[in-house]
């Protein structure tokens, strides 16, 4: 049984900043791409950054150059660090995680930004 427990969403005003994480536990032999996707209402799950098991990274453009993707290999769990924050950054946060060919998620945390 795998599980990802996502923390550090909340209510912010814009300008600000959050730092989401995700630990992954369970049967893992090994974690290849780990992502954050975000989900606004009546709107579909977009990707919002993924970063592979190698440490390359890659983000939405709305992101690019505000948020950053990392991950602790010894902790099982990956981070968005979310600096200058909008108010269409609102919206529920989701970690995804590729583990042994399978696709695993989140719960979901609520991010949001205020004006």
């Known amino acids: 049984q795998v599980q990802l427990v996502e923390s550090g969403g909340g209510l912010v005003q814009a300008g600000g900043s959050l730092r989401l994480s995700c630990a992954v536990s369970g049967n893992i032999c090994s974690i290849s791409a780990m992502g954050w996707y975000h989900q606004a209402p009546v709107k579909q799950r977009e990707l919002v950054a993924v970063i592979t098991g190698g440490g390359s990274t890659n983000y939405a453009d709305s992101v690019k150059g505000r948020f950053t993707i990392s991950r602790d290999n010894a902790k099982n769990t990956v981070y968005l660090r979310m600096n200058r924050l909008k108010p269409e950054d609102t919206a529920v946060y989701y970690c995804?995680?590729?583990?042994?060919?399978?696709?695993?998620w989140g719960q979901g945390t609520q991010v949001t930004v205020s004006s």
């Open positions: 995804n995680s590729l583990i042994q060919g399978a696709n695993y």
